[in-house]
């Protein structure tokens, strides 16, 4: 007997129509821009085997920042069960916003630039095999993280990793793919600069820190391949909390690779543990953020949600 939440009941079996044809079983909110343009030709491919299957769905496509986490609001008002975010981190971040304790099941077609979550939950990115993992895969109950009351999917930081995305944004003019963030590694890498951290873990007491970096990782990955949580999992209920102290330059240049490869993580300069919750208050005010974008600031308050959404993941 299948289980409840395969999407396969709405779809057209052995010639027979399904039974959800009152209403579409989806709907895919697309970012047109994603993928430094890339989305849209990618999801034609993926729309075209939905099309294959008799899907009934619904597309709607996001005009600006914030818009994915409405339409997906929207959707669920119109009773649909399960939503599909096309596109990034971004866009999935905020439909997962949406339906995070809702109930419904989020699908993902990643084809934005780093995919991050994507690739924790081994979710392909060849067009074809991700629609056909959510025409006939499970929907998994799956973690999220809130930060100062915002919903997160993969990684909420602050410090070196903040101070990349900042610098990348100077870099895109004229520069697509990987190349403006490898050229923000560089100029962060140039202009580190040190944080006063007060830190308490699940309630303890403050810790103070000179610190780099300071992260609640619910996933393994950010900025496109970093392994800065490599023993993370999206179902165990806790972040691993990664913390490197304000290295020299020298120091740094020679940790960053160990990042890289997840290979830091019994470094001295780096502390490593898990956690359900995390407070961080800096010496002056400082960005923070979530899942590659920067809209957060310090103090910060950090949760785990468990079982928050159910994903559709191998």
Known sequence: MEKENRFAASVEADGEEASLNAKPALAFIVNPVAGSGRCISLFERAKAVFEAKKAKFECFFTESPGHAEKLAADALLKGVKTIVAVGGDGTVREVASALCEKGAALGILPFGTGNDLASALSIPTEPEAAAELILSGEAKATDLGRANGRVFTNVCGLGFDADVLARTEKHKKGRTGMLPYLLGIVDAVLHKRKIRAHISIDGGAEQELDALIITACNGRRFGGGMLVAPDAKYDDGLFDICMA???????????????????????????????????????GENTVQLDGELIEKTPLVCEIVKNAVRVFRP
């Open 245 to 283: 102290k304000y290295l020299g330059f020298f120091r740094l240049i020679t940790l960053l690779p160990c990042f890289i490869k997840g290979k830091h993580i019994n470094k001295k300069q780096v502390v490593y543990t898990r956690a359900e919750r995390i407070t961080v208050r800096t010496d």
